[in-house]
């Protein structure tokens, strides 16, 4: 007789199949609630609620709904039309969804001893130039124009400490369920190629946390056991813990999130650091819960979709697929629009399958 853990509401612990289908689906869909409102010099947490207010929409438990009659005044991306609820028929393409597969296509051709010039490689082939932005388009450009890592990172590339290379690291995590330390070191050999310092400090935290999603307790368990993979000092490090320490001693949500931008000030709405401190913020104020986590997480701005599907990886390997609301996974269709050469159409399912070959 075969008997399986339960948790402590009582339901069955998801097992490693269940939890890589999470954290697939989690991401996408937490990519696509914050899809609409991706522009964080815009859309500040104050906008995106009275956005919310507007379309009665708060506390928000679904997809971002549609915008109000004659707009409100509110300016969403052009592709909300896919992404609002009642519009999501499959995911949105996008790159935050791209550099998932495009890790996975990695695993799958050089296994885990990929160098990080085969990575860049693999991007030269599979991924359409202009589907590329900020650092890793200077990466990209680079690698075109003959230069190998770590210059590809460093010459002429003012980008590189911005998100790009925490949005690449999921799949690191998913083929390293409870090893934060492998998955970290998979990540920063990833990163290489297109960030410095705090740039890889993100991807690699960002893997070792869904990477302890696996086996911890807890959000909090999972953020503790990430940090202890990047350099205590860096600062990224440090605002991670300063949200840990406000979400301790009680602060509020907001209070801890309008507490990290006076900490962040001055940093682009698509550096790592401050988006590393949301993305806390909505993983330890969510409790766990996977609509909380990432609604929340959306609701803190900054780069909402890369935030929103960080946030919905880690919780989705923390609940398992089984523990996603279906609103957030049945629009979906088991199926994803990606600019990925070969990948276009694929199926959700087995994305997740063919991770966890892997793992």
Partial sequence: MTVRAETASGRARPDARDRVLGGWSGRIAGNMLGKPVERGDYWTRDRIDRYLRATGALPLADYLPGPPAGGGGFELRPEWRECVRGRV?????????DYAILALHLLETYGFAFTTGQVGEVWLLRLPYLQTFTAERAAYRNLANGLVPPATATHENPHQEWIGALIRADVFGWTSPGDPG???SLARRDAVLSHTGNGVYAAMWAAALVAAAFTAPGPRAAVETALEQVPAGCRLARTVRHMVALHDAGVTWSDALAEAERETAGLHWI???????????????????????ITLTVRGGLDTDSNGATAGSVAGVLCGASGIPRHWTDPLEDRVRSAVFGFDGARIGDLAERTLALS
């Fill in 271 to 293: 550096h790592a650091v401050p988006n590393a401190a949301v993305i806390t913020a909505g993983l330890l104020y969510g409790g766990g819960d996977f609509t909380r986590t």
């Fill in 89 to 97: 028929h499959g995911s949105c393409r996008d790159d935050d969804v």
């Fill in 182 to 184: 492998r998955a970290a």
